[in-house]
């Protein structure tokens, strides 16, 4: 897996106003009441053997992040509200079939 260069980190959270990104489209902070973590993280939505592109990361707290992965891992439980949610194409997921 290929990484972003500092340079490329920096750009992305410029980009993105140093906001996460995933508590911006899904409101994680006021669902769960609990502010995002200071430390911001890139995420990969797509990866790529070589070089990488800015469109390639978005920006995320280190606790939203995490939050994320474990919610995909339990979308199961919650198909219909997956379905709502259309993830389909974002963050670097393909069709996701329910």
Do not use: P
């Not at 990484?3 to 410029?14: A, G, L, Y």
């Not at 919650?78 to 993830?87: A, C, R």
């Amino acid at each position: 897996m290929s990484n972003f260069t500092e340079e490329q980190r920096e750009e992305i959270k410029e980009r993105d106003n140093h906001e996460c990104q995933l508590n911006k489209m899904f409101g994680i902070t006021e669902l769960t009441g609990v502010s995002c973590s200071k430390k911001l993280e890139i995420h990969h939505k797509i990866y790529r053997q070589g070089e990488q592109f800015l469109e390639d990361g978005i920006t995320v707290c280190e606790r939203c992040h995490a939050l994320f992965i474990t919610s995909i891992i339990r979308e199961i439980r919650y198909k219909e509200d997956v379905k709502k949610m259309n993830l389909n194409g974002k963050f670097g997921f393909g069709e996701i079939k329910l």
